[in-house]
């Protein structure tokens, strides 16, 4: 098994706004950056973990081709909630490879907060300094308040608006990100499924 190269960065994000009290930290471009690449070398030694593969999907009725456009969707967000909650989509990665992002949205809305930008700014930034034409996915997670189908939603909704944001913003091209939804499926903290640290935002190498 291969030798995974250890990071101490601890860190958790929030979908929704958070008290100054919050436990959750934001991560610097240098930060993210290491991360990243401690992914990139684990997917190049072993192809014994799945860090995730590149899933298309049509737009759901809601949405538009006009209204999602350029942006890869990797999660159905209707009528597929059951396959999420049970575990389909982004793959899991070990522990200290994982990179969760402090990322704030208005209260029930996709609508990215003003002071979250310089983190999503922090992602670009990091992105851009690993070059190459590597692929990212960014994954939405909730907390368990809520139906399933109404967190898997939300959560998608607001990957989609990080990912429409470094596409706008940052330049980062659309063929480069993928927006993931995966709602309440996996809980940071399973023991309180309704606390903060489960509102967060995933990054994951694909290529």
């Not at 049509?58 to 999602?68: A, L, Q």
């Not at 990957?159 to 996996?186: H, K, N, T, W």
Request: aromatic share 4%; glycine share 8%.
């Amino acid at each position: 098994m291969a030798k995974w190269r250890l990071y101490s960065v601890a860190c958790v994000a929030a979908f929704s706004a958070m008290t100054a009290q919050s436990i959750a930290q934001e991560m610097t471009a240098e930060d993210i950056l290491a991360l990243l690449q401690a992914q990139r070398e684990a997917l190049a030694e072993t192809s014994t973990i799945n860090l995730g593969t590149s899933r298309t999907l049509e737009f759901v009725t809601e949405s538009t081709p006009e209204t999602d456009a350029g942006i890869s969707v990797g999660t159905e967000v209707a009528g597929d909630a059951q396959a999420v909650a049970a575990g389909d989509g982004a793959a899991a990665l070990p522990e200290e490879l994982v990179l969760d992002l402090t990322i704030f949205f208005e209260f029930d809305s996709a609508l990215l907060k003003p002071e979250s930008r310089e983190q999503v700014q922090a992602l670009c930034s990091a992105i851009q300094t690993a070059g190459g034409e590597g692929k990212y996915q960014i994954i939405g997670h909730t907390d368990a308040a809520g139906s399933v189908e109404y967190n898997l939603s939300l959560s998608t909704a607001r990957a989609r608006e990080v990912v429409r944001y470094m596409i706008d913003s940052c330049g980062i091209p659309a063929d480069r990100l993928e927006a993931v939804g995966m709602g309440e499926a996996r809980l940071k903290d399973p023991a309180n499924p309704d606390g903060d640290v489960n509102r967060r935002v995933e990054i994951q190498v694909l290529l």
